[in-house]
């Protein structure tokens, strides 16, 4: 059974809703070895195979040629580079995930090796004494270039044309990575900036390079999509540690941030005992402290566990948690959260480059994806209790989602469904309601996101059936009005009522029966009229929902085995003369076009009317 733990809960993140609270944190990873820097195939696996996290957070990826400090690290200052974003983001975005991109810039801790010999450029002529990666391998940091204050302007600057390339990648956000010791780490430092202009000297100025910045980019994207990465605890192996005006400074950024509404804060913890440190005072306390600082979101970063990051999700002092190492070697990391699987150890040499694919994209996943390609996924299926409806419901589950479905009068069967299904490690939720009364829809649909954040699929099963000829004395036009009802307004209604809660990605798949308009029979035509409608809806609907990467669908089964199967063997005979395979269907077979249907693989499938019907020829 899915876990509901804190980890594996929605959060809404500004206007962005998460499916979790699983984030993948930036990871270096070194695999642009090409001239361009710019990301390649690897990058565009590498990232959708982690795409169930609730957000993604890149490597962090050079603002410009001056910002560089490491080889092999991706950029996003040409066109080529952003085009290979591209890419990277419609990959992620297929497969329903979430993905930022982080914004970086070394400063002084570079090398005259990536500039034709030209000095790195810092806020103060101070050598930080750090190394940088080079193509001959670490070397010994120099004393910087100080940047002017025309300089300064043109990196910001910069920052705004990488927000603007990111932006045209499809990236949802961007993160500025502010850690370590890199660019803007080194202007709060006294140890790195000992500058007497607006940009050094108080905790306001030394300050100010962030939130210019922030103000940059914030004309590109809106604030709440724009986070920002600090490490307070970072002790470096060169000058830039905390010191005693460390907790002043970020008291200082954070509160200062309330104003921005991010969509936000990611704070990475101690990774030593600050006991007898600068910040001795934050050593029983360190992310409390902070969340009584800033108010917006808080994303916890620093060696956390499952264990540790449903706690610290528990206790509200954070509101998501980035893994780093645990996503190198477990590209399913959220499913196995879910399904308490062991995790898989990352092979450290292949951390940092040297092995193309090896390290990088090779991790199995714990699962079969071809048995599991739905995981993560919330599907509604209306009329789920039996026949066509159960066998949908039971093909969803077995392929990882988990499934709310609707019934009206079969308690029994629904009840039974769900406890067969939970006991082999579903998450099913059944929901009496009848598809033609528009409260009993909204608060079933309610009812699904309450339990689980979000519905992806929408399975428009419900259905009703009554005949009779046109010229029939006995023709029960209440009960023909009631069928129209079911079978047309009512799905109209739920597929209104349900777009609101659907990602891009998210699917609408309907089921018409493609017999009753094929069928040698009198008395069906008022039957084949609803679902004569509802082809006509799957073509609108595809073109209206296109916009929002929403696909629809419509599945037309032919003779399928329910409870609805004449006994009359001379009758069944004659039904399947017109059938290529001189069958009957299961509701499997139409469950298990209803999951392709929902599964990335039909991602460019939209306004297909699909006929399951073993080759009618009639």
Not at 421 to 446: F, N, P, R, W, Y
Request: charged content about 20%.
């Amino acid at each position: 059974m899915q876990n509901q733990e804190p980890l594996l809960t929605t959060y809404q993140m500004g206007d962005i809703l998460l499916r979790n609270r699983v984030v993948m944190s930036s990871l270096t990873r070194c695999r642009a070895t090409n001239p361009d820097l710019a990301p390649t195939d690897l990058h565009v696996e590498y990232y959708a195979q982690r795409a169930s996290a609730g957000l993604i957070l890149t490597e962090g990826v050079y603002i410009s040629e001056r910002a560089i400090g490491y080889i092999n690290i991706p950029g996003i200052y040409s066109k080529k580079q952003t085009e290979a974003w591209k890419r990277v983001t419609d990959a992620v975005h297929t497969k329903n995930g979430r993905i930022f991109v982080q914004l970086a810039h070394s400063g002084s801790v570079s090398h005259p090796d990536f500039f034709n010999g030209q000095l790195p450029l810092g806020p103060s002529a101070i050598n930080p004494q750090e190394k940088s990666f080079t193509l001959l391998g670490f070397k010994d940091t120099l004393t910087p270039a100080e940047y002017t204050t025309a300089q300064i302007k043109e990196t910001i600057k910069e920052y705004r044309l990488a927000a603007e390339n990111a932006k045209t990648a499809g990236f949802d956000g961007l993160e500025i990575h502010a850690q370590n010791s890199s660019l803007i780490p080194q202007f709060l430092s006294e140890a790195t900036n000992q500058r007497t202009d607006e940009y050094g000297g108080s905790i306001e100025n030394r300050s100010r390079l962030l939130f210019e910045i922030l103000d940059a980019v914030k004309e590109v994207y809106p604030a709440k999509h724009i986070g920002v990465k600090f490490t307070p605890a970072g002790f470096n192996r060169g000058i830039i540690k905390p010191d005693i005006t460390t907790v002043a400074v970020f008291n200082y950024i954070l509160e200062k941030l309330n104003g921005y509404h991010l969509a936000f804060v990611e704070l990475v913890g101690p990774a030593v005992d600050l006991t007898g440190t600068p910040l001795d005072i934050l050593k029983d306390n360190y992310f409390e402290h902070f969340r009584n600082i800033y108010k917006g979101t808080i994303m916890a970063n620093i060696g956390f566990t499952q264990e540790s990051g449903n706690a610290i999700i528990g206790k509200e002092t954070a509101d998501l948690v980035s893994f780093g190492t645990a996503y190198i070697a477990n590209p399913d990391l959220v499913q196995r959260f879910g399904q308490n699987i062991p995790l898989s150890k990352g092979d450290p040499d292949t951390y940092y480059g040297g092995g193309g694919a090896k390290g990088f994209t090779d991790y199995p996943f714990a699962t079969s994806e071809a048995m599991g390609r739905l995981k993560g996924k919330v599907a509604l299926v209306t009329g789920g209790s039996r026949g066509i409806g159960a066998g949908i419901v039971g093909k969803l589950a077995q392929e990882g989602a988990s499934v709310a479905f609707t019934y009206v009068n079969a308690t029994e069967k629904a009840n039974k469904l769900q406890n067969e299904l939970t006991v082999l490690g579903g998450d099913i939720l059944s929901i009496k309601a009848d598809s033609s009364q528009t409260q009993e829809v909204e608060h079933a649909i309610q009812l699904a996101v309450k339990k689980f954040g979000r519905i992806d699929i929408l399975v428009n099963n419900a259905g009703l059936y009554f005949g009779g000829k046109i010229d029939s004395p006995d023709m029960d036009m209440v009960s023909i009005a009631r069928m129209w009802q079911v079978n047309v307004a009512g799905i109209a209604h739920t597929v209104r009522s349900i777009t609101p809660y659907m990602l891009p990605g998210s699917r609408i798949i309907s089921i018409g029966s493609g017999a009753a308009a094929r069928t040698p029979f009198a008395g069906v035509g008022d039957y084949a009229a609803t679902k004569a409608a509802l082809a006509a809806y799957t073509r609108s609907w595809a073109r209206d929902l296109a916009e929002k990467s929403i696909t629809v669908n419509l599945i037309q089964p032919g003779l399928i085995e329910t409870d609805l199967k004449p006994n009359d063997e001379s009758l069944i005979a004659e039904m399947l003369q017109p059938v290529a395979l001189k069958r009957f269907g299961t509701p499997v077979e139409i469950g298990n076009v209803v999951a392709f249907l929902a599964s990335d693989e039909a991602s460019y499938v939209t306004g297909a009317t699909i006929n399951v019907d073993g080759g009618w020829s009639a």
